[in-house]
């Protein structure tokens, strides 16, 4: 990928990532608030799941596509 590395971004084993995987948070109830950084670019189906408690998800201008159910039984979520 010749996408430009960012100390912002999330990596993992020395690799940027650039999309948020299925049930990357799945039935935790104690995140409040997640900030997505710049750079991510796609949220994949059901990436936020049963997250009772979150309640804000800041997106960053960089996203280029969101899966149908990228939020899914997160009742008291909003994003912006």
């Given amino acids: ?43 994949q189906d059901r990436t936020f799941n049963s997250c009772p408690n979150l309640e804000e998800i800041v997106l960053p201008s960089s996203i280029e596509y969101l899966s149908y159910n990228w939020v899914y039984d997160c009742p008291n979520v909003t994003y912006t």
């Fill in 1 to 43: 990928d010749d996408r430009p590395m960012d100390d912002a971004l999330i990596t993992i084993d020395g690799k940027t990532v650039f999309a948020l995987e299925t049930n990357l948070l799945k039935d935790n109830e104690n995140v409040t608030k997640v900030i997505i950084p710049e750079g991510i670019t796609e949220i």
